[in-house]
């Protein structure tokens, strides 16, 4: 079964800080990274897209994405209590014509000021 | 601007009754999707259209009946309510099927 892990949560760090998190995905083929932002109540937000090997930097957040070992991760620099949210990871496992994304569980995220 | 647009925001229903969740986007994208959010569940597929004409199940289909209604709206059913349902339900659209998804702002919904 084709699963988006996201385990290391609840993750909390102090403002300014830097908030790494990470996921981890079981197909090889896959060719898609998304990053979305919930905060409680509301609905998920796009924040992040990634579809090379490498680094993606937009504002304070970057999107690392290895495919050999099948990890992307989000960083967020000099983080804010405004980042404190779930956030959640997706990622599309069926490049096909009817492809549709996977998303994990989610790690919540708490910015302590 | 309104993206992808929800009705209705909440509704509490007894087991047994039908409803149907409407969702309509203006962003003409050719892909929609419901998911229902349970606490620690995640996002669960419940169907998606890939294009108009088309409807797939995804992974937890069972309960629920959709219908593409054309290409801004595409609506969720569930004919005999169950306990079980009670949970947020969002409806999301894509360009295309592998493309980022733009979600609604979601039906609450409860079932006694």
């Known amino acids: 079964q084709k699963e988006v892990e996201q385990n290391s949560g609840p993750l909390s760090v102090p403002e300014g800080a830097i908030a790494s998190l990470n996921c981890t995905y079981s197909?090889?083929?896959?060719?898609?990274f998304f990053w979305y932002r919930q905060y409680s109540g509301k609905s998920p937000e796009l924040i992040m897209s990634?579809?090379?090997?490498g680094d993606k930097e937009d504002g304070r957040f970057t999107a690392q994405l290895n495919k050999a070992s099948q990890y992307v991760s989000l960083l967020i620099r000099d983080s804010q209590p405004s980042d404190s949210a779930t956030y959640l990871c997706?990622?599309?496992?069926?490049?096909?014509?009817?492809?549709?994304?996977?998303f994990g569980k989610g790690i919540t995220l708490s910015v302590r000021p | 601007n309104a993206g992808v647009t929800q009705t209705p925001k909440f509704q509490v229903l007894k087991t047994g009754q039908s409803m149907t969740l409407q969702c309509a986007q203006d962003?003409?994208?050719?892909?929609m999707y419901w998911y229902r959010q349970d606490p620690g569940m995640g996002l669960r597929l419940i169907y998606y259209?890939?294009?108009?004409?088309?409807?797939d199940k995804g992974e937890v289909p069972n309960g629920y009946n959709v219908s593409r209604l054309n290409k801004r709206e595409f609506s969720l059913r569930l004919e005999s309510a169950a306990p079980s349902q009670t949970s947020v339900y969002f409806c999301?659209?894509?360009?295309?099927?592998?493309?980022?998804?733009?979600f609604g702002d979601g039906t609450r919904l409860s079932i006694l």
């Open positions: 999301a659209s894509s360009v295309e099927p592998n493309q980022p998804q733009h």
């Open positions: 197909d090889r083929v896959s060719q898609s």
């Open positions: 990634i579809y090379s090997n």
């Open positions: 997706a990622v599309n496992m069926d490049p096909g014509a009817n492809s549709k994304l996977t």
């Open positions: 962003m003409n994208h050719n892909s």
């Open positions: 259209s890939a294009s108009e004409g088309t409807t």
